[in-house]
C-alpha cells in the first residue's frame, strides 16, 4: 500500500502541474472550456463546465494506474466522461496514447490543429520528473494491503467553476477562501472493493499561494485510515490544533436558507462559505472549521472518497446526512430526540459514505447515479458530529 499512496501523490503533484500549465497559457486555457450538458450536468448548478484539463488530468491517472498497478486498471473511477467535442464538432475519445508523440497526434485533433498547445500538454502528460518535497512520513510509512482489493475515485478538478474564472486576489476569512483558484482541487482516493471503505486519500491544492516569481504553488495532504494503521501528512501543529473556540461550519452559499439559519444559531455566527466541495473537507480536515454540512445530494463519490480517508485518519469521517439523522432519532442514544441525553456509545458507523456502490435512495438519472444523495457531514470528531445531529434532530426540513 505504501508504493500505491506514493504513486498516488506522485499522480496528484503531476496533476496539479497540468492544472498549473492550463492556466498559465490564456490562448491555451480558452481552447479548452466546454460547457457540460444534459445527464452529465450537475443539477445543482445553472451552468456548468468541463475542460480538457479535467479529461486529460483523470485519464492521465488512470493510464498510470494501469501501468503500475495492472490489477487496479479496470477500478478506477471518476467524474469526467473521456469524450471531448472540439469547436468543428467532432466527438474525440481522449486517452493518453503510448508515447508522447502519439498523445500530441491525438491532441491536436481535439484542438483543431494547434499543434504547439498539444505539443504543451502530451509533454506535460508524460513528463515522468515529479518532485515531491521531503515527506519524513511517507517515506517511512511501511504498509501491507492487498492493492488488488482496491478501487479508484478521481476528481480530476473538483470546483472546476473557480478554476474556469481564476480569481487570485481573493482575500481569506480565518484562512478560508470563499472562492478563487484556491478552491480548485485535486481529488484522488482508494476504497475497500468489498466493504466500500475509503482507505487512502490524496488532496491536492494546485493554486495554494503565489511565490516571489509571480508563479503559482501548490501542497498536498495524504491519509491512510486502514485497521489499526491510521496515518497521515499532516504535521504535529495541524493534527493538535483545536478548534475555534465553540462550534464552526463550513457549508455552500446554496444551502438552504433555513440550515444556514440553524447553522449560524449553533455556531454563533461561525458559518463560513465557500466553493468546492474538496476544499470545504479541506478546511474541515485542516480544522479551519469543526465540520462541513450540506443537506442536499449534490456531492458525489469522487467528491468524497480521498478526503473521507483523510479524515478517518484523523479520528473523524463523512456520514450520510440523512441516515446519521434517522440513527439518531432512533433513540439508540438513550434520549429523546432533542433532550440533549448522552449519546456517546452512539453506534454511527452506518451512516458513514461507503464507495463500492450507489446509495440506496440515489437518482436513476446517470448524471446522479454516484450522488452522495442524503447529503453529508464531514467531521473532525464524533463529539462534534453529534453536537450538530442534536441540532439539526428537531429541524423540520430534514
Not at 52 to 68: R, W
Not at 123 to 138: E, M, S
Not at 230 to 243: E, G, H, K, Y
Request: proline residues 4%; aromatic residues 6%.
Amino acid at each position: 500500500m505504501a508504493s500505491l499512496l506514493r504513486s498516488l501523490v506522485e499522480l496528484s503533484e503531476k496533476a496539479a502541474n497540468l492544472a498549473r500549465i492550463i492556466r498559465s497559457e490564456r490562448a491555451l486555457f480558452e481552447l479548452l472550456v466546454e460547457e457540460k450538458t444534459g445527464e452529465q450536468k450537475n443539477k445543482r448548478f445553472v451552468r456548468d463546465f468541463k475542460t480538457l484539463g479535467d479529461v486529460l488530468i483523470q485519464e492521465m491517472i488512470h493510464h498510470e494506474i494501469a501501468k503500475k498497478f495492472p490489477n487496479l486498471g479496470d477500478y478506477v473511477f471518476g467524474e469526467e466522461t473521456n469524450k471531448f467535442t472540439n469547436t468543428l464538432g467532432e466527438s474525440i475519445t481522449v486517452a493518453v496514447q503510448s508515447t508522447e508523440d502519439q498523445t500530441c497526434q491525438l491532441l491536436t485533433k481535439v484542438l483543431d490543429g494547434n499543434g504547439d498547445a498539444a505539443t504543451l500538454l502530451a509533454k506535460a502528460v508524460h513528463c515522468d520528473d515529479v518532485a515531491l518535497p521531503t515527506d519524513p512520513g511517507l517515506d517511512s510509512l511501511n504498509a501491507e494491503v492487498d492493492v488488488d482489493s482496491l478501487g479508484i475515485w478521481i476528481d480530476p478538478i473538483d470546483g472546476t467553476a473557480q478554476y474556469i474564472k481564476g480569481l487570485s486576489d481573493e482575500l481569506p476569512t480565518d484562512g478560508i477562501h470563499e472562492e478563487g483558484l484556491q478552491c480548485a482541487i485535486i481529488l484522488i482516493g482508494a476504497f475497500d472493493r468489498q466493504s466500500g471503505e475509503p482507505v487512502i486519500g490524496v488532496i491536492n491544492q494546485p493554486f495554494c499561494r503565489i511565490n516571489g516569481d509571480n508563479q503559482w504553488q501548490g501542497r498536498y495532504v495524504w491519509g491512510i485510515s486502514h485497521g489499526n494503521l491510521q496515518a497521515n501528512s499532516l504535521t504535529p501543529v495541524f493534527n493538535d490544533l483545536p478548534s475555534t473556540r465553540g462550534l464552526s461550519v463550513i457549508t455552500s452559499c446554496s444551502e438552504n436558507e433555513d440550515i444556514r439559519a440553524a447553522l449560524h444559531r449553533l455556531t454563533c455566527g461561525k458559518i463560513r462559505y465557500a466553493s468546492g466541495a474538496g476544499y470545504k473537507i479541506l478546511c474541515a480536515v485542516e480544522r479551519r472549521v469543526d465540520a462541513y454540512i450540506l443537506t442536499a445530494g449534490s456531492t458525489f463519490k469522487w467528491d468524497t472518497c480521498g478526503p473521507h480517508a483523510i479524515l478517518r485518519s484523523l479520528g473523524g469521517g463523512v456520514v450520510d446526512l440523512q441516515a446519521a439523522l434517522r440513527v439518531y432519532r432512533g433513540g439508540q442514544h438513550g434520549g429523546e430526540p432533542g433532550s440533549g441525553a448522552d449519546p456517546a456509545g452512539l453506534d454511527l458507523g452506518p451512516a458513514e459514505l461507503h464507495y463500492h456502490e450507489r446509495d440506496a435512495s440515489s437518482s436513476n438519472d446517470p448524471g446522479q447515479m454516484w450522488a452522495n444523495a442524503g447529503g453529508l457531514v464531514a467531521y473532525r470528531s464524533k463529539e462534534v458530529l453529534l453536537q450538530f445531529l442534536e441540532a439539526l434532530s428537531t429541524h423540520p426540513s430534514l
